[in-house]
């Protein structure tokens, strides 16, 4: 049966694409957000997506009082938490802004539901939550770790989340660890548009595609990796957001808590995904080979079996189509 589903933070990234699929599934969604890394006009292009108006509670997850309206104005079943700030880099910098808002913000968010009697949540974790993996591909059951404050906000909600969970049965909690997220709907209407500088990998090429940068600065090719460069897990966003319908499915259906990687067990170098989107752009693109990156490691790729052997779950799209959607994306946002 559909469900009304709460997106904090619904008008980023992830946030967005999982609204349209939560629509395309039959469910409807409310989002919550501050736009602090969002275009104001996202919530339009959604309602060009999915042909039906889009309800935006503009303020901020910390907020209770604002939560508590939310949730006595829509039949809330279910809610996915994405509203965070993600940048590790930033989060030497600023480690109390991650733990404030981050950590801050989940707890309001479940003070809020549990006043609600609403207990099924999604929260967005992240493959950070492994460190340096010993074990690759990384199964759910590695050791954890973190290597900077966001890492360390991501962790610790996880914690929360397992103590609140076993505090009281009512509670169906869904810890969804990403791999590197990236891609475009294929609208090309909403993708991934950094209001700062691009600290991650396909977004700082989309902009040396695009012009705005001279060359991607590779950082260090002399990993222990085939080519030198670092491998990750790239899954395209629109798989990712189809998990986030499943692992609704599953708590909604079994009321089963659950942790699992999102990734689709196949890793690609830095110069692997340059040349990629490439392909995409249809020109070789530039790149220089700079220092290795502080925190940095060799490879980071998914064990994907528990996500396919309890929800189904399989991310179908494969690195040219991320590519080509992002570069989609990007060149038409500049297009206007
Ligand atoms: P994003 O920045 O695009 O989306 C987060 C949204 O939350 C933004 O729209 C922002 O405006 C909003 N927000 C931030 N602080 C808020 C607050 N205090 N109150 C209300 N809204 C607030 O990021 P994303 O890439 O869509 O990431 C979503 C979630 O997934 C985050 O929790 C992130 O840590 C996690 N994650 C992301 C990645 C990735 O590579 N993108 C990887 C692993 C995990
Ligand atoms: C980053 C974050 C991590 C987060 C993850 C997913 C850091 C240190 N880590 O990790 O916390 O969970 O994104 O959002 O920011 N690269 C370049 N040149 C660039 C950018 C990246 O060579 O300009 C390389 C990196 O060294 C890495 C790969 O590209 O090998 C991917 O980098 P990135 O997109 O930043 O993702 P992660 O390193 O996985």
């Known amino acids: ?54 309800r935006v509670y503009r303020g901020d997850v910390r907020d209770g009082a604002l939560l508590a309206r939310i949730f006595a104005e829509n039949a809330i079943g279910a809610v996915i938490h994405f509203a965070a700030l993600k940048a590790a880099g930033e989060s030497v910098e600023k480690p109390l802004d991650y733990m404030d808002v981050n950590l801050g913000g989940l707890t309001a968010l479940l003070k809020a539901m549990r006043e609600a009697g609403c207990f099924r949540l999604v929260f967005s974790s992240s493959a950070t939550v492994y460190g340096t993996p010993e074990v690759l591909p990384v199964p ?33 909690i869904a810890t969804l660890r990403y791999f590197n997220p990236v891609g475009a709907h294929s609208s090309a209407l909403i993708g991934e548009d950094p209001q ?12 040396v595609a695009l012009g705005k940068r001279a060359a991607l600065n590779v950082f260090g090719d002399d990993w222990a990796t085939r080519d030198g460069t670092g491998v990750r897990d790239y899954i395209h966003v629109e798989d990712l957001a189809r998990g986030h319908v499943m692992s609704l499915g599953h708590l909604v259906e079994t009321g089963q808590s659950h942790t699992v990687n999102l990734g689709t067990g196949r890793g690609y170098s830095v110069l692997e995904m340059l040349a990629a989107y490439g392909r995409a752009v249809g020109r070789d693109l530039p790149h220089v080979i700079a220092p290795r990156r502080p925190g940095d490691v060799a490879e980071v790729v998914a064990d994907p079996s528990k996500a396919a052997a309890l929800l189904g779950f399989r991310a179908e799209r494969g690195v040219d189509e991320m590519c080509a959607s992002s570069w989609a994306f990007v060149s038409r946002r500049r297009n206007g």
Request: aromatic residues 10%; glycine residues 10%.
């Open 140 to 172: 759910e059951t590695a050791p954890r770790g973190y290597a900077n404050p966001y890492g360390f906000t991501k962790l610790a909600c996880e914690q929360i989340l397992e103590q609140v969970g076993a505090s009281d049965p009512r509670w169906a």
């Open 1 to 54: 049966m559909g469900q009304t589903v709460l997106l904090t933070g619904g008008a980023g990234y992830i946030g967005s694409h999982t609204f349209v699929a939560l629509r395309a599934a039959g469910h409807d969604a409310v989002v919550l957000d501050n736009f602090s890394n969002a275009r104001a006009d996202v919530p339009d292009r959604l309602e060009v997506i999915t042909g039906a108006p889009v």
């Open 196 to 207: 700062d500088f691009p600290n991650n990998l396909v977004p700082f090429v989309a902009e």
